[in-house]
């Protein structure tokens, strides 16, 4: 699903969802007193490279946590991830810090990220009740864009207080608590039979090209994502240059925040009678902030688009994964939802990459408009695939059955 997910992997499953609408403030490529910048700045570049090995590992991810149970494998994350924070805040607490030390535990950590997102539908699904699950779904997806709104803040002061070393040492320890967490709770695990890895992958990826509501949907998430990168690169040019300044930006991000966090109360509640079709189609509405800020709307506008769409997108993700928790069989659901992180994820670097290369060369209008006429066609057009109008709050069906081993 798309990503509401950011800096932290660990966020919401967005479009991915998890978890890329996180509000943020992009690096400046010059100083305040110099003005801001006349064209998207180079660092999107760094910000897509460690994206790439922890979306590739991410089927892998599904298998492990199918094979060996959620829990198992995402309290083992939560501990790696917690000693990589820790390395980093170590290191900078030192006062000087070694590039390789921080590369190696970026990386670390951005793996075991991408083996602990498959875990997060299957430890649904295996702690709480089919009837219970969209409840549930929204409450995570609610206390997540709740500490979306006041993260930044909070990390912000924990910075100047006490200075980012001991801030990634905090992060560390909320891995631990989190991981004492895991290990006191009870998750249901159905055993799988023990195949090959290709076998299994390839379980997993027949289950998804089984159903096209959920294929289809998946390749409109991803380019919702990559929109949704385009516009955290080139949208902060546009706010600072042509709609008023850096305080139109920080209150576009806030604006987001907020949406985020009462579309996932709103998903608490409603329950339309076709939640995929209605979940695509108000992921739609994305395009309204892109095309505004191509053409450099009047401010108020746009920051009530950017609401809106990401009220649609703290909607879409409680319903998304309460549907496919009761569409997929729970023995296949992390390999199934590794596809989604995959996809919907690995948008997100393209987008980051591109984007201000497209804006050098033709200016930041062209990839906005560009990025909104796709999401608008990807969303919307989704509402043409039979399965997509079909699909609604239904029991899981049987598992594909494997081809035999190839030895």
Same mark, same amino acid.
């Given at each position: ?48 490279? &460690? ?11 599904? $298998? ?11 309290? @083992? ?14 290191? %900078?607490?030192?006062? @000087? ?48 864009? #709740? ?32 991981? @004492? %967490? ?8 159905? &055993? ?6 290709? #076998? ?47 305080? $139109? ?8 925040? =907020? ?38 709307? &009047? ?29 997929? &069989? ?19 670097? %393209? ?18 408009? =560009? ?6 066609? @990807? ?29």
């Amino acid at each position: 699903m798309p990503s509401g997910s950011a800096p932290s992997v660990c966020s919401s499953s967005a479009v991915r969802c998890p978890p890329s609408a996180t509000p943020w403030s992009p690096p400046r490529s010059r100083s305040p007193c110099c003005g801001p910048p006349a064209r998207p700045p180079r660092w999107p570049w760094c910000s897509a490279a &460690p994206w790439c090995p922890g979306c590739c590992c991410s089927p892998l991810g599904g $298998v492990v946590a199918d094979r060996f149970a959620a829990r198992r494998v995402a309290l @083992a994350t939560d501990l790696i991830r917690g000693a990589a924070q820790l390395v980093v805040g170590v290191e %900078l607490l030192g006062g @000087a810090p070694t590039l390789a030390h921080l590369a190696v535990a970026s990386a670390v950590g951005g793996v075991a990220s991408a083996f602990a997102m498959p875990t997060a539908s299957p430890l649904v699904a295996g702690v709480v009740d089919a009837a219970g699950r969209q409840r549930a779904n929204a409450l995570l997806g609610a206390t997540t864009n #709740a500490s979306r709104l006041a993260g930044p803040a909070l990390a912000g002061l924990l910075v100047w207080t006490a200075g980012p070393g001991w801030a990634f040492v905090i992060d560390a320890a909320s891995f631990g608590v989190s991981a @004492a %967490l895991l290990a006191a709770i009870q998750v249901r695990h159905v &055993p799988v039979e023990r195949r090959s890895l290709r #076998a299994d992958l390839v379980l997993g990826w027949r289950e998804v090209r089984a159903r096209d509501w959920y294929w289809s949907s998946l390749v409109a998430h991803a380019v919702w994502n990559g929109a949704a990168a385009v516009l955290l690169t080139v949208g902060p040019a546009v706010a600072v240059t042509r709609l008023g300044g850096e305080g $139109v930006w920080v209150l576009l991000q806030q604006a987001g925040a =907020v949406g985020l966090l009462a579309g996932s109360l709103l998903a608490s509640r409603a329950r339309p009678r076709r939640p995929v079709l209605v979940g695509n189609l108000a992921l739609a509405t994305y395009a309204a902030p892109l095309l505004l800020l191509a053409v450099a709307a &009047p401010a108020a506008l746009t920051v009530a688009a950017y609401c809106l769409a990401l009220s649609a997108l703290g909607f879409l993700n409680p319903v998304w994964e309460t549907v496919v928790q009761a569409r997929f &069989p729970t023995e296949v659901l992390a390999r199934v939802t590794s596809y989604d992180w995959l996809m919907s994820l690995g948008a997100m670097p %393209l987008g980051y990459a591109l984007a201000p290369l497209a804006a050098s060369a033709w200016g930041a209008s062209t990839p906005l408009a =560009v990025a909104g006429v796709l999401v608008l066609l @990807a969303c919307a057009g989704t509402a043409a695939v039979p399965g997509v109008r079909r699909v609604g709050w239904t029991v899981a069906a049987a598992p594909a059955q494997p081809e035999p081993a190839r030895r």
